[in-house]
């Protein structure tokens, strides 16, 4: 399916300085429902603050962004989630003394007459799993019991309470093995067909090239280059990302 003609988030100029250190200087970024934007580029690129600027984690000191067409802030987490974007950061936030459900609905409880409705929960966390063909047995198993792919694929579920419309993955795949990174892929593959607007965060180019769309290069804390994931060379965006080559990040209209 074509993505829509207005991205779900547009950032404009997103600058953020961390005293003396200009993490991102001027950054843009377009990521549109049904699609996969892939946001890769050397330690230091800036690609973990912007992460965190979407998710409310930091407040650009300049910039502009819109969620659907919208002039918006996100000063926190949880306006973040308000606003329709859900993260998943390397640690997880995971407990493992708590089931599937439990992680699924970590903070978010489902309360109704003051008692917790555990039958919602657990039916919701089904349907959940069930929507990302999640090879996880029961909503109720452990999470003590998962593997590292199996976390990796709580975590992501976790998104989808709330019904999000843009989802941040950072390294997804690192430390998996190769059977757990494909499962990890069939994921983030599957919420794009259910219409999301994903960042993907990797260094892993095989995995970027494997579901992303576009692949969008910060280098220094700036754009270095928008490129079509399924006609560009590995090359080109190695390129890039060492600063082989120097591209201007197309506009909108570029884009479409």
Do not use: W
Not at 212 to 221: F, K
């Amino acid at each position: 399916m074509s993505p829509s003609p207005v991205p779900l988030l547009s950032m404009r100029g997103i600058s953020k300085n961390f005293g003396a250190v200009e993490a991102l200087a001027g950054v843009d970024l377009d990521v549109f429902a049904h699609e996969v934007v892939a946001l890769v580029g050397d330690n230091g690129a800036g690609k973990s603050t912007l992460a965190k600027v979407v998710a409310g984690a930091y407040t650009p000191d300049s910039g502009l962004i819109e969620i659907a067409g919208e002039p918006t802030s996100i000063p926190t987490p949880a306006a973040a989630r308000t606003l329709g974007v859900a993260t998943v950061f390397q640690d997880l936030a995971l407990c493992d003394n708590l089931d599937v459900t439990g992680n699924l609905f970590l903070g978010r409880e489902v309360r109704r007459g003051g008692l917790r409705d555990d039958g919602y929960m657990e039916a919701t966390a089904r349907r959940v799993l069930e929507a990302l063909n999640s090879r996880i047995p029961s909503a109720r198993t452990p999470l003590s019991t998962l593997s590292a792919g199996q976390r990796q694929s709580v975590a992501i579920a976790r998104t989808l309470i709330g019904d999000p419309r843009i989802v941040v993955l950072d390294e997804p795949t690192a430390a998996l093995s190769v059977a757990q990174t494909a499962e990890v892929l069939t994921h983030i593959e599957r919420l794009r067909e259910l219409g999301l607007a994903v960042i993907l965060i990797s260094h892993n180019m095989t995995d970027v090239r494997a579901v992303s769309d576009r692949i969008v290069v910060l280098r220094h804390g700036r754009n270095n280059g928008t490129f079509d994931a399924a006609t560009t060379s590995h090359e080109e965006v190695l390129a890039a990302i060492t600063g082989a080559t120097v591209r201007r990040s197309p506009r909108l209209h570029a884009l479409r």
